[in-house]
Structures are given as structure tokens and as C-alpha cells.
């Protein structure tokens, strides 16, 4: 049986207590090595922080601090031994240096920047134009188009005629370009009956009376684009003060009556059973189709230049969202583009085209009517 000695017991326990006190103390004597060094490398960095700084601003020996004024206290603080040092100090070479660097990159990254980014382009101002430049520019594109930009050019003088369907188109535009052009010649050129004719506008309006059909002596190619030089040399005039244009009321109504008139001949002609060599089949009703299509193309191009060169008329009248129905309508006519016109009854599965095309050209007409009207003061 084991017995409990106490004397070796004790000396054990006190043993533990020396070795834990002498543990203890080491502990102790290592924490504070360690505070006093960190606390001492602080010190170290702050004073390298000082010494970057530039040498502080000192004032003039004659200002008076606010202090004085304020009858405070004038005594000096004792300044720091780390603070003396950086006054004395000359400001960091390589901070500057360094300083020049990011600047010198900081530029570069941002003329990268400048030369990534695209710029928006810049809207042209439109130039001002002279009253009459769009709707003398509006008589010349649809011919202007048909005698230089249409493929094969002009048609209805070829010898062999292959396409009928742009020979008629053709000369709808060609038809409602005279009327135009005599008009202007006649009435918007002029302050009235006693004035004289303006020479170019009546040598085009004679350089268009030749016949669309004839082969040479003269062509008609070389004499319409001899109509259009003369209408451009007018324009020229227009903006140079030496031709005039006049935007009355007199003068727009005999264009819209002409072109009220050329459109009721197309109405009849899309709506008659029989004409002059018999029942119209649909060999002959494309004829009257593209025809029509040809008068609502040129016309829906001249109401855009009437509405911009007659604007002030048109809205003393309130007559510009009418003029604009129109142009709508012409719009429709002029979009429809079947590939076989055919002729069948309204009551067929098949088109009749002339019906489809004989709508809108009704509505331009009626518009041409109420305008007008409204013109007149009806």
C-alpha cells in the first residue's frame, strides 16, 4: 500500500511556483523589449515623414499673427528636435523626381485616352437657301434621274422598246415637269402679265415641249438635259439677286389647277372599260398604271418643294397639313410595285392594279381641290 509522503510533495510544489515565477518575469521583460522597439521604429517613420515634407512657410518678421491681434498669449511652443531638422532641410530629390515621372505618365495615358475615344461628328449647319432653290431643285430630280442615273437612260425614243413599263413612267414625270415649268415661267417668275419672261425658265419650258418619242433632230435626251442646265442657271441667278421667285397666292393656285386637271385625265384612264382600240386588256393597262405612277412620283418630289418655298403661304391658310395628305398619297402611288399588272375584275381573286393605283391618285386630286379652295379664301 502506497503512503503519501509531504515532504516530497512540498518540495515539488515549490519547485512549480519558482519555475512559473521565473516565467512569468521573462514574459514580461519580452513584451516590453518588444513595445519600446515598436515604439521606437514609430518614432523613426515619423521623423522620415517630416523630413519629406517642403520647408514650411514662414511669415514676414513684420506680420503680426492673428494671436497678436487676438491680444492672446505671444509665447512660442518649444518646437520638436524633428521638426527643427526637416526646416532645415532641402525638399527630397527623387520625391520630385518621382513626382515628374507620374505626371509625364499620367499625360501619356490620358492623350491614349483622347486618341481612343472618337469623337462625335460634328452636324453641318445647313446653309440658308434663297426662296425658290428646293422647289426648282424638286422640277429637276425626277427628270434629272430618269436622263442620267436610271439605268439604260432615257427609253421611250428606242428603236427597240423592251421595257414599256419605265417608258411611261417616264413620261408621266415628263408631264408634270412642263406644266411645272411653265407655271414658273409664266406666273412665279414673274410680278405679272406685263413683266417679261425670265430667259432661262423659257428656254427650258421650250427645250421640254420636244416630243418624248423622237429619235434625233433634236434628241430629246440632249434637250431636256439642255432644260435642266437653263433651270440650274436660274437657281444660280436666284442666289446671286439677279432672277426672282414670288410665293403669292395667284401665282400657286394655276400650278395646282394644272396638276388637278392632269390628275383627273389619269383618273379616267384607270377607270375606263374601253378605249380607243377596244376593251382594255392588261397589256394595255400597264400603260395607264405606270403613267400614273410616273405623275404621282414627280408630283409627290415638287409638293416636297412647294411646302418648303411656300411655307408661308400655305400656313397664313392653314394650308400645310393638306398639301401633306398629298404628299402622303403620292407617297402610297408611288410605292405600289406589282410584279404583273393585271386587269381582273373587282370581284376577282386577281388585282385589278389600276383600281389599287386609282385610289391614292383620287385622294391627291381631291387634296389639290380643297387646297385650292382654301387658297381662295372659299
Not at 431643285?137 to 428603236?159: C, H, M, S, T
Not at 425658265?201 to 431636256?224: G, H, V
Not at 432644260?227 to 395667284?250: H, S
Amino acid at each position: 500500500m502506497l503512503h503519501f509522503n509531504r515532504c516530497l510533495f512540498g518540495k515539488k510544489v515549490y519547485i512549480f511556483i519558482v519555475l512559473l515565477t521565473v516565467f512569468f518575469f521573462l514574459t514580461t521583460y519580452n513584451c516590453l523589449a518588444a513595445t519600446e522597439k515598436s515604439s521606437h521604429s514609430d518614432s523613426q517613420s515619423i521623423t522620415k515623414n517630416e523630413q519629406s515634407r517642403p520647408t514650411p512657410f514662414k511669415p514676414l518678421e513684420n506680420q503680426t499673427s492673428p494671436l497678436q491681434n487676438d491680444k492672446l498669449s505671444t509665447k512660442q511652443m518649444p518646437v520638436p528636435k524633428a521638426l527643427t531638422v526637416v526646416s532645415e532641410c532641402q525638399p527630397d530629390t527623387n520625391m520630385v523626381q518621382f513626382n515628374e515621372k507620374d505626371q509625364k505618365e499620367s499625360e501619356k495615358k490620358v492623350s491614349e485616352i483622347n486618341k481612343k475615344i472618337k469623337k462625335a461628328p460634328v452636324p453641318e449647319k445647313e446653309v440658308p437657301r434663297v426662296q425658290g432653290y428646293a422647289f426648282v431643285k424638286a422640277v429637276i430630280q425626277p427628270i434629272d434621274y430618269e436622263l442620267n442615273e436610271r439605268f439604260w437612260g432615257w427609253r421611250p425614243n428606242d428603236i427597240i422598246n423592251v421595257t414599256d413599263n419605265v417608258n411611261n413612267i417616264q413620261r408621266g414625270i415628263l408631264e408634270v415637269t412642263r406644266r411645272t415649268v411653265v407655271v414658273l415661267a409664266h406666273r412665279i417668275s414673274r410680278t405679272g402679265s406685263n413683266d417679261t419672261l425670265d430667259e432661262n425658265l423659257e428656254n427650258a419650258m421650250n427645250w421640254l415641249m420636244i416630243k418624248a418619242n423622237q429619235y434625233w433632230f433634236p434628241s430629246p435626251e440632249s434637250k431636256y438635259n439642255l432644260a435642266i442646265d437653263e433651270l440650274k442657271q436660274y437657281v444660280d441667278r436666284l442666289e446671286r439677286g439677279r432672277a426672282r421667285f414670288y410665293i403669292r397666292t395667284d401665282n400657286l393656285i394655276p400650278l395646282l389647277a394644272d396638276y388637278e386637271d392632269l390628275l383627273g385625265g389619269c383618273d379616267q384612264s384607270l377607270t375606263i372599260k374601253e378605249d380607243d382600240d377596244g376593251p382594255v386588256s392588261s397589256s394595255r393597262a400597264d400603260d395607264y398604271f405606270y403613267y400614273a405612277q410616273g405623275v404621282a412620283k414627280a408630283m409627290g418630289c415638287i409638293f416636297r418643294g412647294v411646302r418648303k418655298d411656300f411655307y408661308i403661304t400655305l400656313e397664313s391658310v392653314q394650308g400645310t397639313q393638306i398639301l401633306d395628305e398629298a404628299i402622303e398619297a403620292c407617297d402610297v402611288a408611288s410605292n405600289i410595285d406589282p410584279w404583273i399588272v393585271t386587269e381582273g375584275s373587282l370581284s376577282s381573286i386577281f388585282a385589278n392594279h389600276r383600281a389599287n393605283i386609282d385610289q391614292p391618285i383620287n385622294r391627291i386630286r381631291f387634296y389639290m381641290n380643297v387646297l385650292i379652295k382654301t387658297l381662295k379664301g372659299y
